[in-house]
């Protein structure tokens, strides 16, 4: 780190205990990407998806649940990018192992009106989230080992063009998550020279 730099270790993305295109390196990955992100312009709490692009990944791009509201959100996606995101999940912190695995969450994702299979995913090995302060995560920026688990889906790049999404999970006991999103997919927009 340079001698007059303001960036501190914490801003450095920690290195992950899976490979990053793994379904577990995805999940601690869209947990590190909501832990970036402060209070302001947390994309779970996002009410439009004017956030929506705030430090996304160049590989894929994340989309947030809720924290228990309905929300209908639209955003621009580059083309070319897989779609990820829970439709139910929780993460627990500080962790020393694996998550604990819920019986009774459900959900489903619609896409285009085509309805998607989810994937269960847990993150058996805590991994490091240094958010931003007040983060909606961890709430700090101090290193903290996290573990998450959840009903997540990889959406294959979608077409350009204009398309819906809906996500609705529930924990079984009356919290639920309920999201729309209209997606515009374009082209990433050309270098001038």
């Given at each position: 780190m340079p001698f007059?730099?303001?960036?501190?270790?914490?801003?450095?993305?920690?290195?992950?205990?899976?490979?990053?295109?793994?379904?577990?390196g995805l999940a601690a990955r869209w947990v590190q990407w909501v832990a970036a992100a402060g209070p302001v312009k947390n994309p779970v709490e996002d009410e439009?998806?004017?956030?929506?692009?705030?430090?996304?990944?160049?590989d894929v791009w994340f989309?947030?649940?809720?924290?228990?509201?309905?929300?209908e959100r639209q955003c621009v996606v580059p083309v070319g990018r897989d779609l990820f995101l829970p439709v139910f999940n929780f993460w627990e912190w500080p962790a020393a192992g694996p998550p604990n695995v819920l019986e009774g969450p459900s959900g489903s994702l619609v896409v285009?009106?085509?309805?998607?299979?989810?994937?269960?995913?847990?993150?058996?090995?805590?991994?490091?989230v240094a958010g931003a302060r007040l983060n909606g995560v961890t709430g700090r920026r101090k290193p903290v080992p996290v573990t998450v688990w959840g009903l997540?889906?990889?959406?294959?790049?979608?077409?350009?063009?204009?398309?819906?999404?809906?996500?609705?999970?529930?924990?079984g006991y009356g919290f639920t998550v309920d999201v729309?999103?209209?997606?515009?997919?374009?082209?990433?927009?050309?270098?001038l020279w």
């Open positions: 007059l730099s303001r960036k501190t270790p914490a801003d450095e993305a920690p290195v992950l205990p899976y490979h990053l295109e793994s379904p577990e439009t998806g004017e956030h929506a692009g705030l430090n996304q990944p160049d989309l947030a649940g809720t924290s228990g509201r309905r929300m285009d009106g085509v309805a998607m299979d989810l994937d269960e995913i847990s993150t058996p090995v805590p991994f490091t997540w889906k990889r959406v294959p790049a979608l077409p350009a063009g204009e398309h819906h999404l809906r996500a609705v999970g529930t924990d729309s999103y209209r997606l515009l997919v374009t082209p990433a927009p050309q270098p």
